[in-house]
């Protein structure tokens, strides 16, 4: 690696050091999985090597967590892995049970279809409303307004 790559990753584990020593355990994001490839490697065995310095240095066994931990982090950002959005370790859950979303879900989409249905039928014949009106009753027994089929 070039000594310029180098110093950027020297300062990039830095300020994930910094970044992570202030933070608590518990607001920690979850690290991704990093793929296996030769830069990926290289970029592990070079961080691995800088990280002898910092962990000699470590007093207690908070800052050596910090410390490795600061190393992950820098490895995910030097290699472009997505990491979650720092101060929550989880996502938290919605106050809304997911039975209530479904539900809601399900009838906004029948007032849309409803809205679809009535434009149809003050005469709007574009084909997305054509289109929605034929979905909507295939598979009934209704058969399909007169208009839809005069008009093809």
């Not at 470590?58 to 995910?76: I, M, P």
């Not at 101060?87 to 279809?113: N, V």
Request: proline share 5%; glycine share 4%; hydrophobic share 40%.
């Amino acid at each position: 690696m070039v000594s310029h790559e180098l110093e950027l990753m020297r300062s990039i584990l830095e300020e994930a050091i910094l970044e992570k020593r202030s933070m608590p355990l518990n607001n920690r994001p979850r690290l991704p999985s990093i793929p296996l490839s030769k830069r990926n490697q290289v970029v592990v065995r070079v961080l691995n090597l800088m990280l002898v310095t910092y962990l000699e240095a470590s007093r207690d066994l908070c800052e050596t967590d910090s410390v490795l931990f600061g190393a992950a982090v820098a490895a995910c950002r030097i290699i472009d892995a997505k990491l979650p959005m720092s101060g929550r370790a989880t996502k938290q859950s919605s106050a809304i049970p997911a039975w209530r979303k479904r539900i809601e879900d399900r009838i906004a989409k029948a007032r849309a279809l409803i809205g679809r249905l009535i434009s149809f039928r003050s005469g709007n014949n574009r084909p997305r409303v054509v289109r929605t009106v034929r979905m909507a009753f295939a598979g009934t027994n209704i058969g399909c307004p007169s208009r839809i089929s005069r008009r093809n």
